[in-house]
T-cell receptor
Framework: AQKITQTQPGMFVQEKEAVTLDCTYD???????LFWYKQPSSGEMIFLIYQGSYDQQNATEGRYSLNFQKARKSANLVISASQLGDSAMYFC?????????????FGAGTQVVVTP | EAGVAQSPRYKIIEKRQSVAFWCNPISGHATLYWYQQILGQGPKLLIQ????????DSQLPKDRFSAERLKGVDSTLKIQPAKLEDSAVYLC???????????FGPGTRLTVL
């Protein structure tokens, strides 16, 4: 069964606007971590933001914030004030288990294109 | 601080040939991962090392894929013999210790003809 679901295959967003990328996850483990990575056309996966299942507050890193809704098993990424350099594939990922060797499981990704 | 290094960046081979990829993790990172990313999909973990020991290789096709990290630093991933469906980007990542955040290299794009 798919552990991470990203329902938006592609999105266009205008420069300076905010964009929300959807991510839902499936786990029965009470302890897990959620990650967002950016993959530009160069291919490298760039870590953006992390949210732990026990974290009380939503994670933020600069223009990135994670809208964590635990009951809905949702971990949407919000990019504020989009820039042309934000054009890339964005992947949501989950690691199950606390301080364990749980592997990172990725969704299929969302392609974001920022237009002037 | 230098990032994760991988070589080669691109490789084209015929099916049934062999190929090897090299990865040098971030200095001091004990955990090293190899992922396979097929076009249009997210990365899939192939193997995870903690120092020079294997932690998870449950998704590694062991009949044709092998990996080693002999001195707990560099790692090599080998495919022998390659199949058409092995065409993918092979990503190496490292972390200071699991379950810390993983940092990825630029990947090796393999095309099998």
């Amino acid at each position: 069964a798919q552990k991470i679901t990203q329902t938006q295959p592609g999105m266009f967003v205008q420069e300076k606007e905010a964009v929300t990328l959807d991510c839902t996850y499936d786990t029965s483990d009470p302890s897990y971590g959620l990650f967002w990575y950016k993959q530009p056309s160069s291919g490298e996966m760039i870590f953006l933001i992390y949210q732990g299942s026990y974290d009380q507050q939503n994670a933020t890193e600069g223009r990135y914030s994670l809208n964590f809704q635990k009951a809905r098993k949702s971990a949407n990424l919000v990019i504020s004030a989009s820039q042309l350099g934000d054009s890339a594939m964005y992947f949501c990922a989950m690691r199950e288990g606390a301080d364990s060797w749980g592997k990172l499981q990725f969704g299929a990704g969302t392609q974001v294109v920022v237009t002037p | 601080e230098a990032g994760v290094a991988q070589s080669p960046r691109y490789k084209i081979i015929e099916k049934r040939q062999s190929v090897a990829f090299w990865c040098n993790p971030i200095s001091g990172h004990a955990t090293l991962y190899w992922y396979q990313q097929i076009l249009g999909q997210g990365p899939k973990l192939l193997i995870q090392f903690q120092n020079n020991g294997v932690v998870d290789d449950s998704q590694l096709p062991k009949d044709r894929f092998s990996a080693e990290r002999l001195k707990g630093v560099d790692s090599t991933l080998k495919i022998q013999p390659a199949k058409l469906e092995d065409s993918a980007v092979y990503l190496c990542a490292s972390s200071w210790r699991d379950p810390d955040t993983q940092y990825f290299g630029p990947g090796t794009r393999l095309t099998v003809l």
